[in-house]
């Protein structure tokens, strides 16, 4: 049996040496414990309102005090573009059209500048067999070209599984939605949000004085659902919330509108390892943390969206691109690519930079980092 005071001395070394450990902790970077961030520098860079181009670089993880203690892994490969059946000539196809994605991302692709608007060369020249005309009706003739025949192959679910339309502006997003809703048979729903200003914004009180509901509801966000949503049977959505990860509702899940009531809507997933479950969606409240507003703005509706990016295709056959021309002086066929290059400077000043080629149960390059690390 141990004595009272001989335990009571234990315990306080014990205490004395965790103390001793957490005040070493604090000196490491993150508490000495390991986190993984993904992400990709060729596509969106942080979104700072107002902000030069100086201040967005800036802002990005890469200038932060704490890079020199991050290990850079890359992936050499882009998955999306294999297919085992390839033979050499298709092979080859896809590697340079994969070198194509990777240089329009890196601003490598042979650029000029337009006179009189331009300090650097920033447009390029889209292959013709990429390109899709405008024609007098530029939403109809992109859509005639993504969904041909839609109507016939509106139950299709691979059909509409390997089919999406990206712009850059959400107003351009709201008329092709608008069009395809517009287009499909069936009965349209409407659905309006709700909308009200944060007890906890500042000023609240004089906040609800200010700003009318009229206002609230005009307002168009980024990455929040616009007041007005419009629906129908069949309508392919995606969803721009994690709902229920463990059941297939993630950021990003495309569905299909299977039913449609009063509250809520029934979907069937068609993507990931959930495709073919059914769900029900409800309303949920959304609050954006960051706007211009000088309030706190709630907004409950059903949190349906688009999103997709041009190095989500898996061939060159599969990606086609519209350029709306609004100036006489840009040539035919380009368009600008605008990439701040200095992003990727101290991105491979590491002493440590790994290639991984392909994701293994092997972990033995990882324990071998740790241990050096350690030492």
Not at 52 to 68: F, G, M, T, Y
Not at 139 to 156: G, H, M, N, S, V
Not at 364 to 375: I, M, R, V
Request: charged share 30%; hydrophobic share 35%.
């Amino acid at each position: 049996m141990i004595h009272r005071h001989a335990f009571e001395a234990l315990e306080r070394t014990v205490k004395d040496l965790m103390n001793e450990r957490k005040d070493k902790t604090k000196e490491k970077a993150f508490g000495e414990k390991t986190l993984l961030f993904g992400g990709d520098f060729r596509q969106i860079l942080p979104v700072i309102r107002g902000g030069s181009r100086e201040n967005i670089v800036d802002a990005s993880i890469s200038r932060s005090r704490l890079w020199k203690h991050f290990h850079v892994f890359e992936l050499s490969v882009n998955m999306r573009l294999l297919n085992g059946n390839c033979n050499s000539a298709e092979k080859q196809s896809i590697s340079e059209f994969s070198k194509w994605i990777l240089d329009l991302g890196d601003g490598k692709l042979p650029a000029k500048a337009i006179k009189g608007e331009d300090d650097e060369p920033t447009w390029i020249k889209i292959p013709d067999d990429l390109l899709i005309e405008s024609g007098e009706n530029p939403i109809e003739t992109i859509f005639q070209a993504i969904y041909p025949r839609l109507l016939d192959k509106i139950e299709d679910q691979d059909y509409l599984r390997k089919r999406c339309i990206l712009t850059p502006k959400n107003d351009i997003v709201d008329q092709i939605n608008d069009y395809v809703v517009y287009m499909l048979p069936g009965k349209e729903h409407g659905f309006l949000s709700s909308d009200s200003i944060s007890p906890k914004s500042y000023d609240f009180e004089n906040a609800e004085l200010l700003y009318n509901q009229e206002y609230l509801n005009s307002q168009k966000l980024s990455g929040v659902p616009n007041h007005v949503l419009r629906l129908k049977l069949n309508v392919p959505v995606m969803l721009t919330r994690n709902i229920n990860p463990s059941a297939g509702l993630c950021n990003g899940t495309r569905l299909i509108v299977t039913r449609i009531m009063e509250r809520t809507i029934q979907v069937k997933i068609i993507t990931e390892s959930a495709a073919g479950k059914s769900a029900v969606i409800s309303r949920i409240v959304i609050q954006p943390t960051e706007t211009h507003l000088p309030f706190i703005l709630r907004r409950a509706q059903f949190p349906i969206k688009l999103y997709v990016a041009v190095s989500r295709t898996t061939s060159r056959s599969g990606l086609k691109i519209q350029i709306d021309k609004t100036k006489d002086i840009v040539p035919e066929g380009y368009t600008q690519n605008v990439v701040y290059r200095e992003i990727f400077t101290n991105l491979h000043q590491k002493h440590k930079t790994h290639q991984i080629q392909e994701i293994s149960s092997d972990r033995s390059h990882l324990e071998g980092d740790q241990e050096t690390d350690e030492k």
